[in-house]
Antibody, heavy 126, light 109 residues
Framework: QVQLLQSGSGLVKPSQTLSLTCAISGDSVSSNSAAWNWIRQSPSRGLEWLGRTYYRSQWYNDYAVSVKSRITINPDTSKNQFSLQLNSVTPEDTAVYYC????????????????WGQGTLVTVSS | QTVVTQEPSLTVSPGGTVTLTCASSTGAVTSVFYPNWFQQKPGQAPRALIYSTSNKHSWTPARFSGSLLGGKAALTLSGVQPEDEAEYYCLLYFGGAWVFGGGTKLTVL
C-alpha cells in the first residue's frame, strides 16, 4: 500500500517561494515505473497538474506550460521523498496542493494516477 | 492550450444509470490518452476509480465502469447509490503532461 504524506508551509507571502514535500512509503522515488506528481486545486482553476519527476536510468522532469518558468520538482533519494518549489507566487497560486503517484505498467500498457497525498492548503497573502 | 471538457452537472435518481463524458479539444479521445477517472467529495482528496479507459482499481465499486464512447472517454454508474453524489474528474495524458477535465457535479436526487 503506497502512502504519500505531505508537509510544508501553508502561508506564503507574495513574490516568495512556495515549498512542499511529499514523503513516500510503500514505493521508491527511484522506481522505474512510477512518476511523482504535484497537482493543485482552486475554485477558479479546478484541478491543475503542475509537473512530475521520475527516474528512467536518469532523472527527468515534466512541467505544465502554465508554471514552467517558476517550478522545480526534485527527488530526494536519501529520504524517499520529493519536493515542490514554486517561485514568485501571487494570490492566484492560492490552492490546495496535492502530491500523487502515476504508474505505468509496460507489459499491459496501463497508466494510472492512483495514490494521492492528503492535500495542503497554501494561501498566498501578505 | 489543451482543454478537456466534462458536463458541468448531471442529476440521477437513486438506482438509475448515468454516463459522464470527457472530451478533448485536440480531437477524439482514444486509449492512448490513458483516460483516468476520479471521485471527489467535499474536503477530501480525489479518489482514483478507473484507469486506462476501463480498468478498475481494487477499491472501485463494481457499479462504476469506463469506456470510450463517440470519441470521448466515458464513466458509467449503474445502480447509483446516494453516496455516489460527488464531483467526478477525468484525466487525460498528452505525452508528458496530464490534463484534468473541469469536473462533473453529480447530484443523486
Amino acid at each position: 500500500q503506497v502512502q504519500l504524506l505531505q508537509s510544508g508551509s501553508g502561508l506564503v507571502k507574495p513574490s516568495q517561494t512556495l515549498s512542499l514535500t511529499c514523503a513516500i512509503s510503500g514505493d521508491s522515488v527511484s522506481s522505474n515505473s512510477a512518476a511523482w506528481n504535484w497537482i493543485r486545486q482552486s475554485p477558479s482553476r479546478g484541478l491543475e497538474w503542475l509537473g512530475r519527476t521520475y527516474y528512467r536510468s536518469q532523472w527527468y522532469n515534466d512541467y505544465a506550460v502554465s508554471v514552467k518558468s517558476r517550478i522545480t520538482i526534485n527527488p530526494d533519494t536519501s529520504k524517499n521523498q520529493f519536493s515542490l518549489q514554486l517561485n514568485s507566487v501571487t494570490p492566484e497560486d492560492t490552492a490546495v496542493y496535492y502530491c500523487a503517484r502515476d504508474f505505468y505498467t509496460k507489459n499491459s500498457g496501463w497508466y494510472t494516477v492512483d495514490y494521492w497525498g492528503q492535500g495542503t492548503l497554501v494561501t498566498v497573502s501578505s | 492550450q489543451t482543454v478537456v471538457t466534462q458536463e458541468p452537472s448531471l442529476t440521477v435518481s437513486p438506482g438509475g444509470t448515468v454516463t459522464l463524458t470527457c472530451a478533448s479539444s485536440t480531437g477524439a479521445v482514444t486509449s492512448v490518452f490513458y483516460p483516468n477517472w476520479f471521485q471527489q467529495k467535499p474536503g477530501q482528496a480525489p479518489r482514483a476509480l478507473i484507469y486506462s479507459t476501463s480498468n478498475k482499481h481494487s477499491w472501485t465499486p463494481a457499479r462504476f465502469s469506463g469506456s470510450l464512447l463517440g470519441g470521448k472517454a466515458a464513466l458509467t454508474l449503474s445502480g447509483v447509490q446516494p453516496e455516489d453524489e460527488a464531483e467526478y474528474y477525468c484525466l487525460l495524458y498528452f505525452g508528458g503532461a496530464w490534463v484534468f477535465g473541469g469536473g462533473t457535479k453529480l447530484t443523486v436526487l
